[in-house]
C-alpha cells in the first residue's frame, strides 16, 4: 500500500512538472508584437516650446506590426491611443491640465502592417502608446495588444533658465537679509529702522510694477488673441469650405467645431461618389492640423476611408489656440478614378482652460522657498559679521 502511495505521489509530481515546463515554454516562444520608431529619434525628442525662436515640427512616429517571426503582418487593422504622462503633483508642467488625458486615438487599415503619423508632444515625460491590432481578414492571425512607452525629456533650457531665476532671487534675499541683519539704530518714533523701510518700501514698488506688467501683458495678449482669431478664422473660412462637390465627388469634414484643452475632440471626413451614392473608398485623405496663430503643425496623418468611405479621430488641441483641420483630397494611386487634389477645411475653436490653482501656488511657494533661503544667508552672514566688529573695536579701545 505504502509503494502505491509512492507511485502515486511520484506520478502526480511528474504530471505537475510537466505541465509547468509547458507553460514555460510557450510563454517563451515568439510573439507578435509591434515596434516604435520615431523621427527624430528618441534621444533628441523635445517638448513643444510656445516662444521657441525657430518653428518645431511635430514628431512622426512609425508604428510597425510584426508576426511572431519578426516580419510585418499583412492585412492589419491598427487602433493606438496616444496618452499623455500622468500628472506630477510636485513638478507641474508647462500644460498641467493636458497632464493624464488622451492627446490622440485613431484607428486605420494597414495593408502592410505600418501606421504612421506625426504629432506635437505638449509635455515632459513618460507617453503611453495603447495599441491593438486585428486582422481585416477573419482568422489571419489573432488580435493582441501592446502598451509601448515614449519618454520625452524636458528642454535643457529650461533647467538654465531656471538655475538663473533661482541664483537671482537668493542673491535678493541675501542682499535683503543682510540689510536687515545689520546694525540698526532705532529712532524714537519709528517702527523701523529706515534701511529696513527702504527696502521694504522697494519691494513694495516692485511688487506692483511686477503685477501691472503681468495684468497688462495678459490683457493685451488676451485682445491679441481674440484680434487673430476672428482674422485668420475669416481667412480659413473663405478660402476652404468644411464640404464640397466636385468631379463627382462629395466630401465633408464633420465633427466639433469647438474644443476644450484636456479634452479631445471628435473629428471625421467623409467622401461620397455623386453618382451612385455609395461610399467612395478609392481616395486618399492627407490630414493636417495647425495652429492659426503661429501656424505651427500640431498632427498629419495620411488615411485611407473604411467601407462606409468615412474615417474618424479624437485629437485634442492642447495650447487653447484656435487651430484648423484641413484635408487634400486625392486618388488612391492605380485607382480606376482620376481626378485633381482638392481640400476642405474646418476652423476650430480651442477654449483655454487655466491652470489649476495648486499649481500655480505651488510653483509661487518655490519661488518664496528659494528666496527665504537667500534672506536666512543673508542674516546669518551678517550676525556672524557683527560680534567680530565688536571684538574689533574693543581691541581698538
Known amino acids: ?208 510694477a511686477a503685477l501691472l506688467v503681468v495684468n497688462i501683458s495678459a490683457e493685451l495678449s488676451h485682445s491679441h488673441e481674440h484680434s487673430h482669431e476672428h482674422e485668420h478664422g475669416d481667412k480659413a473660412i473663405a478660402a476652404l469650405p468644411s464640404s464640397t462637390n466636385t468631379q463627382g465627388l462629395e466630401v465633408k469634414l464633420l465633427g466639433h467645431h469647438h474644443a476644450t484643452v484636456g479634452e479631445p475632440a471628435e473629428l471625421v471626413v467623409q467622401a461620397i461618389d455623386v453618382k451612385t451614392g455609395q461610399p467612395a473608398t478609392d481616395v486618399v485623405f492627407d490630414i493636417k492640423a495647425k495652429s492659426l496663430e503661429a501656424g505651427w503643425v500640431a498632427f498629419t496623418h495620411q488615411a485611407t476611408p473604411n467601407n462606409q468611405g468615412e474615417f474618424a479621430w479624437q485629437q485634442q488641441f492642447f495650447d487653447g489656440a484656435p487651430h484648423q483641420v484641413e484635408v487634400e483630397v486625392t486618388p488612391k494611386p492605380g485607382a480606376a478614378r482620376q481626378f485633381s487634389s482638392f481640400k476642405v477645411a474646418q476652423e476650430i475653436e480651442v477654449e483655454a482652460v487655466e491652470p489649476p490653482l495648486r499649481s500655480r501656488l505651488l510653483s509661487l511657494g518655490y519661488f518664496v522657498s528659494i528666496l527665504l533661503v537667500g534672506l536666512g544667508l543673508g542674516l546669518w552672514v551678517q550676525q556672524r559679521r557683527q560680534p567680530r566688529s565688536l571684538l574689533d573695536s574693543k581691541a581698538l579701545n
Open 1 to 208: 500500500m505504502a509503494k502505491i502511495k509512492l507511485v502515486s505521489l511520484l506520478s502526480l509530481l511528474g504530471l505537475l512538472g510537466a505541465l509547468s515546463y509547458g507553460a514555460v515554454g510557450r510563454s517563451q516562444l515568439p510573439q507578435p508584437s509591434v515596434k516604435l520608431a520615431t523621427e527624430p529619434s528618441t534621444s533628441q525628442l523635445l517638448p513643444f516650446e510656445a516662444d521657441a525662436a525657430q518653428p518645431q515640427n511635430p514628431v512622426q512616429m512609425t508604428l510597425q506590426a510584426l508576426d511572431a517571426t519578426g516580419k510585418p503582418l499583412q492585412n492589419a487593422n491598427i487602433h493606438v491611443k496616444l496618452l499623455t504622462p500622468p500628472t506630477n503633483p510636485w513638478l507641474p508642467t508647462d500644460f498641467p491640465i493636458v497632464e493624464g488625458t488622451k492627446l490622440l486615438d485613431l484607428a486605420a487599415i494597414a495593408a502592410n502592417g505600418q501606421l504612421q503619423f506625426q504629432q506635437m508632444l505638449p509635455i515632459r515625460g513618460d507617453y503611453q502608446l495603447q495599441v491593438e491590432v486585428t486582422p481585416t481578414v477573419a482568422n489571419a492571425f489573432a488580435p493582441f495588444q501592446q502598451t509601448l512607452t515614449l519618454s520625452v525629456p524636458e528642454n535643457s533650457i529650461k533647467y538654465r533658465n531656471f538655475a538663473i531665476l533661482a541664483v537671482i532671487l537668493v542673491a535678493v534675499g541675501f542682499g535683503g537679509g543682510w540689510v536687515i541683519g545689520g546694525k540698526q539704530e532705532l529712532q524714537p518714533g519709528e517702527i523701523a529702522p529706515q534701511r529696513v523701510r527702504l527696502l521694504l518700501s522697494g519691494a513694495i514698488v516692485v511688487a506692483i
